[in-house]
């Protein structure tokens, strides 16, 4: 309360007001009731350090450092229930397994049609089989978080068998996460809000194809040619991941409109 009357506050005394996006304009107007002449809007620009010029060469010892082995799915940002990272982590899981249950699913129905009914099911796949189906990708969350929530998303990954797979590095000097935003296969921003968002900014200036929420100013943001997926929609987010992983020739296109954008 004391935060909104203040800003209340701020907006009537100013004779101009900056904003971030159109959305944080429109929240000015109809939050703390701004005029809007007296709003200009000017996005964010993001730091030079992030270039779809950096080398491989320089890219790849930091990825030792971190023990980021596998190809990556990034997210940066603050670690906060805002940012939407529950969705992320399950709609990450869905798309780890997408092929081992696919393939389970197969295979119980032609079991089912071989033996004639349920109850005489016999699964084959092996432990070999399970290991071939499970893509080796990372999913890396950049940034800082309230230790119980960080521990919450843990349990989460835990529970849907991808602790492995998620890597926290906390927060990262500029030069070191240009590196890593760089390095990654696909940036992700699923945040339930978003008042710009900064990071997919500095993802499309590294030249990573980015897919966002449609929460916020993400529009703005990717323009009208970005992947937008509704911000809830765990299983559209599975699903896109996983077109974008496998489609190389996508992740080129969406790369160099993010550099054009």
């Known amino acids: 309360k004391y935060l909104h009357l203040t800003t209340k506050m ?18 000015l107007v109809s939050l703390y009731g701004a005029l809007e002449h007296k709003i200009k809007i000017i ?25 980021l082995n596998n190809p990556y799915i990034l997210f940066v940002g ?6 939407g990272l529950r969705n992320l982590i399950k709609a990450f899981a869905l798309f780890v397994y997408h092929d ?27 432990q070999d089989d399970f290991e071939m189906m499970i893509p080796d990708l990372d999913l890396v969350l950049v940034g800082k978080g309230d230790e119980d929530y960080l521990e919450s998303l843990r349990q989460l990954a835990k529970t849907n068998q991808i602790e492995d797979k998620l890597k926290f590095l906390g927060y990262l000097e500029v030069e070191e996460l240009a590196k890593i ?36 100013a993400m529009l703005e943001v990717v323009g009208e040619m970005g992947e937008v997926i509704k911000a809830d929609d765990i299983e559209s987010w599975a699903d896109k991941i996983q077109q ?9 296109e969406m790369s160099l409109y993010g550099i054009k954008r």
């Open 10 to 27: 701020a907006v009537n005394r100013a004779s101009v007001l900056v904003a971030v996006s159109e959305m944080t304009k429109q929240d």
């Open 43 to 67: 996005h964010p620009a993001c730091d030079q350090a992030f270039s779809h010029r950096i080398a491989q060469s320089v890219v790849t010892p930091l990825l030792a450092k971190y023990d």
């Open 78 to 83: 603050n670690i906060q229930p805002k940012k």
């Open 100 to 126: 081992f249950k696919r393939a389970l699913q197969q295979t119980a129905e032609a079991s089912i049609k071989q033996e004639g009914g349920v109850n005489q099911l016999s699964l084959d796949l092996k």
């Open 181 to 216: 935003m760089a390095g990654a296969m696909l940036y992700v921003q699923p945040s339930l809000f978003e008042g710009f968002g900064i990071p997919v900014l500095e993802a499309m200036a590294s030249g990573t194809p980015v897919l966002v929420s449609d929460s916020g």
């Open 244 to 252: 974008i992983v496998l489609d190389e020739k996508k992740r080129k």
